[in-house]
């Protein structure tokens, strides 16, 4: 196995340079270097003929050297990921053998055979939650699984992984949206009407209840997110009615159309107090626009709570209404999504061309007024 390779280790240039001149791959991930004469940017291990040190800059991400103007190798392709994605499949494999196990970074690259700060940096920016984030995911699917099959909490607890009920309990709410003995009745005594349709972006299903909208999920089918909300919710009253929630499918159909930039929808959603400082933070970002997670962070006064928000963005039931696509990684990249990372894509490059197109249309109407108002 490799040594761990420390952060630090590509920290300046004349590291950098090193790493490349001897192709390391162990720096693939941890910067990414240009060369002047050519326009083109690498991978540190790339094999193409190595450059003059005189030509080279570096950067941190290929965001950064495509915004400096230069255009990916086709030899090593910086942009794609397809030697990353091969290590993260294994560590995928290893984490989901057992969800009960709580396996730290060092015992996984140990599995996996890569360096520790190495694996955690590629798992991150490929799947776009860290190792310890992809367990605790695991372990709530697992408690869920056991609640939605009638386990009792103790042992659906147990089976899960957590360790204790006391630390499952401070886990639920932000990985089942309530309590556990409130979700393990699945919706008993509720009345919840839903309804699909077809967007730009796939289907919708909307739920709601007496109080509001419960539930706003996408997928390619209706039928796999009938399923899903009848699993959570399989002792409440269900009723299709698309004439109830047709005005509400209305506005959504009508923001990814982008004739609406604000939604005026009733909802009825469970929260932490964390969970509901950030998702108002979400819903200030601007139409058009994005955050990162430390941005936000930052905004809610807690500058070291970037996975915690990572996690209540996760967690959001209602796509839209609470914009988490608007929030992305410090570098510009995309991160996870609950509803595809191809959907985040295709919704904010809806909202910033609908948004030019908006303030173009504006300043044409401000220069033609200004034109009549000097003749």
Same mark, same amino acid.
């Given at each position: 196995?490799?040594?761990? %390779?420390?952060?630090?280790?590509?920290?300046?240039?004349?590291?950098?340079?090193?790493?490349?001149?001897?192709?390391? %791959?162990?720096?693939?991930?941890?910067? &990414?270097?240009?060369?002047?004469?050519?326009?083109?940017?690498?991978?540190?291990?790339?094999?193409?003929?190595?450059?003059?040190?005189?030509?080279?800059?570096?950067?941190?991400?290929?965001?950064?050297?495509?915004?400096?103007?230069?255009?990916?190798?086709?030899?090593?392709?910086?942009?794609?990921?397809?030697?990353?994605?091969? @290590?993260?499949?294994?560590?995928?494999?290893?984490?989901?053998?057992?969800?009960?196990?709580?396996?730290?970074?060092?015992?996984?690259?140990?599995?996996?055979?890569?360096?520790?700060?190495?694996?955690?940096?590629? &798992?991150?920016?490929?799947?776009?939650?860290?190792?310890?984030?992809?367990?605790?995911?695991?372990?709530?699917?697992?408690?869920?699984?056991?609640?939605?099959?009638?386990?009792?909490?103790?042992?659906?607890?147990?089976?899960?992984?957590?360790?204790?009920?006391?630390?499952?309990?401070?886990?639920?709410?932000?990985?089942?949206?309530?309590?556990?003995?409130?979700?393990?009745?699945?919706?008993?005594?509720?009345?919840?009407?839903?309804?699909?349709?077809?967007?730009? @972006?796939?289907?919708?299903?909307?739920?709601? %209840?007496?109080?509001?909208?419960?539930?706003?999920?996408?997928?390619?089918?209706?039928?796999?997110?009938?399923?899903?909300?009848?699993?959570?919710?399989?002792?409440?009253?269900?009723?299709?009615?698309?004439?109830?929630?047709?005005?509400?499918?209305?506005?959504?159909?009508?923001?990814?159309?982008?004739?609406?930039?604000? &939604?005026?929808?009733?909802?009825?959603?469970?929260?932490?107090?964390?969970?509901?400082?950030?998702?108002?933070?979400?819903?200030? @970002?601007?139409?058009?626009?994005?955050?990162?997670?430390?941005?936000?962070?930052? %905004?809610?006064?807690?500058?070291?709570?970037?996975?915690?928000?990572?996690?209540?963005?996760?967690?959001?039931?209602?796509?839209?209404?609470?914009?988490?696509?608007?929030?992305?990684?410090?570098?510009?990249?995309?991160?996870?999504?609950?509803?595809?990372?191809?959907?985040?894509?295709?919704?904010?490059?809806?909202?910033?061309?609908?948004?030019?197109?908006?303030?173009?249309?504006?300043?044409?109407?401000?220069?033609?007024?200004?034109?009549?108002?000097?003749?």
């Amino acid at each position: 196995m490799k040594t761990a %390779t420390p952060p630090s280790a590509f920290s300046d240039d004349a590291a950098r340079w090193n790493a490349v001149s001897s192709s390391d %791959t162990s720096a693939d991930g941890a910067f &990414f270097y240009a060369v002047r004469t050519t326009g083109v940017f690498c991978r540190p291990s790339c094999a193409s003929r190595p450059p003059r040190r005189e030509n080279v800059e570096f950067f941190d991400t290929p965001a950064d050297a495509e915004a400096a103007g230069y255009r990916a190798c086709k030899r090593c392709q910086p942009t794609s990921l397809p030697r990353e994605l091969a @290590i993260v499949e294994r560590t995928c494999k290893v984490l989901d053998a057992d969800p009960q196990q709580r396996l730290t970074l060092a015992q996984l690259s140990a599995a996996v055979h890569v360096s520790p700060f190495h694996l955690q940096r590629l &798992f991150s920016r490929v799947v776009g939650v860290s190792p310890r984030q992809y367990q605790a995911a695991r372990r709530a699917d697992a408690l869920r699984t056991a609640l939605q099959r009638g386990d009792d909490v103790t042992r659906a607890t147990h089976d899960a992984g957590f360790g204790s009920v006391s630390r499952m309990y401070d886990a639920a709410p932000a990985e089942l949206g309530m309590a556990p003995s409130v979700y393990r009745r699945k919706g008993a005594g509720l009345v919840v009407h839903f309804a699909t349709a077809q967007t730009p @972006i796939g289907i919708v299903l909307v739920a709601a %209840t007496a109080k509001g909208i419960c539930k706003i999920a996408f997928g390619d089918d209706p039928a796999p997110l009938e399923a899903d909300l009848a699993l959570e919710l399989s002792e409440a009253q269900r009723i299709e009615d698309k004439t109830r929630l047709a005005p509400f499918i209305a506005q959504i159909d009508a923001y990814l159309r982008g004739s609406r930039e604000r &939604f005026d929808l009733p909802l009825d959603i469970s929260a932490t107090g964390f969970q509901q400082r950030v998702w108002d933070a979400l819903r200030q @970002i601007p139409y058009g626009q994005t955050r990162s997670y430390t941005e936000i962070a930052e %905004t809610l006064g807690s500058p070291r709570a970037v996975r915690a928000v990572a996690n209540a963005c996760a967690s959001n039931p209602v796509a839209l209404a609470i914009p988490c696509h608007r929030v992305v990684q410090k570098s510009g990249a995309m991160a996870g999504y609950r509803w595809g990372v191809a959907r985040k894509v295709a919704l904010l490059s809806a909202e910033k061309r609908h948004w030019e197109e908006a303030h173009a249309s504006k300043a044409e109407a401000e220069a033609d007024i200004d034109a009549r108002e000097v003749s």
